[in-house]
Antibody, heavy 118, light 112 residues
């Protein structure tokens, strides 16, 4: 079964850092492209970042320079390193697999909650 | 960045009746290969988003055939032929024509 499980969320003070993990099963993260998306309270979905099979990465303007996507093929896991966190980064963070004919994001993980507050 | 504008932003539908949501793009989503890089997703209450339609008009695996997508270039439509109670949630379009990808604002669908 193709599955994604996120972890690493929590309560963090403004200016702090967190690393989110997205563990994949049923497929290899290096063979497809992987994406991070978030949904802030009361708002819609926001694309954050993508890492292609070849390693190319892209970021939304809102997180460019603060967030970094990476993957560990040996652990079949994708990460989102989040630095200089702001109150407005509070959200439920999802990872999702993208496929040829994309974005075509499917499946999605269950999400991990990040709360940035003093 | 490409901006996607959905309308309406909310919709109240009687079960069994049809519904449609539009998504307008600030730039063409049609690539030279003939494909439109536009997806539709549904996020049901308390659940993760799920893929409904990819490449503008291709139904994802397991998606009921009452859902259909159409359009090309800068204007796209998601249609539900007969709305059921389980279709409530927020619908989003997502473009993959140009990085960074971008979502529409979302359309909340409720049942009357």
């Amino acid at each position: 079964e193709v599955q994604l499980v996120e972890s690493g969320g929590g309560l963090i003070q403004p200016g702090g850092s967190l690393r989110l993990s997205c563990a994949a099963s049923g497929f290899t993260v290096s063979g497809d492209y992987m994406s991070w998306v978030r949904r802030a309270p009361g708002k819609g979905l926001e694309f954050l970042s993508i890492i292609y099979s070849g390693g190319t990465t892209y970021y939304a303007d809102s997180v460019q320079g603060r967030f970094t996507i990476s993957r560990d093929n040996s652990k079949n896991t994708v990460y989102l390193q989040m630095n200089s966190l702001r109150v407005e980064d509070t959200a439920l963070y999802y990872c999702a697999r993208g496929r040829v004919g994309g974005p075509r994001l499917d499946p999605w993980g269950q999400g991990t909650l990040v709360t940035v507050s003093s | 960045d490409i901006v996607l504008t959905q309308s309406p932003l909310s919709l109240s539908v009687t079960p069994g009746e049809p519904a449609s949501i539009s998504c307008r793009s600030s730039q063409s989503l049609l690539q030279s290969n003939g494909h439109n890089y536009l997806d539709w997703y549904l996020q049901k209450p308390g659940q993760s988003p799920q893929l409904l339609i990819y490449l503008g008009s291709n139904r994802a695996s397991g998606v009921p055939d009452r859902f259909s997508g159409s359009g090309s270039g800068t204007f796209f439509t998601l249609r539900i032929s007969r709305v059921e109670a389980e279709d409530v949630g927020v619908y989003y379009c997502l473009q993959g024509q140009q990085a960074p990808w971008t979502f529409g604002q979302g359309t909340k669908v409720e049942i009357k």
